[in-house]
């Protein structure tokens, strides 16, 4: 497992926009499939965005177009860059890493960051 940790989350109006970042520890962040979930109140946990470790991007529907993720090897982070901000974007928001490829399956993920706040006011 690594340790996650996020920061970046914030208060925006709706079309603003927020850069998340996950910055993890260890020595292996390439061999690691990395994924953004967000949950919000009385939802369940959901997928936003990943890469799996064979450099593959992958994005929920809701957020296509509009987020974008990318990873640092050098700098062991994670970063997910979000526009046009919506309402139903509010949640909080985790960083998680797997072994596995499979970026949008939550059950393969087995370390997560501690989560962070994302609220957009329309």
């Known amino acids: 497992q690594v340790q996650l940790v996020e920061s970046g989350g914030g208060a925006v109006q709706a079309g603003g926009s927020l850069r998340l970042s996950c910055v993890a520890s260890?020595?292996?962040?390439?061999?690691?499939?990395m994924g953004w979930f967000r949950q919000a109140p009385g939802k369940e946990r959901e997928f936003v965005a990943g890469i799996s470790w064979a450099g593959t991007s992958y994005y929920a529907d809701s957020v296509k177009g509009r987020f974008t993720v990318s990873g640092d090897n050098a700098k062991k982070t994670l970063a997910l860059q979000m526009n046009s901000l919506k309402a139903e974007d509010t949640a909080a928001y985790y960083c998680a890493a797997s072994k596995d490829l499979r970026v949008t399956r939550m059950e393969y993920f087995d370390s997560w960051g501690q989560g962070i706040q994302v609220t957009v006011s329309s």
């Open positions: 260890g020595r292996t962040f390439s061999s690691y499939t």
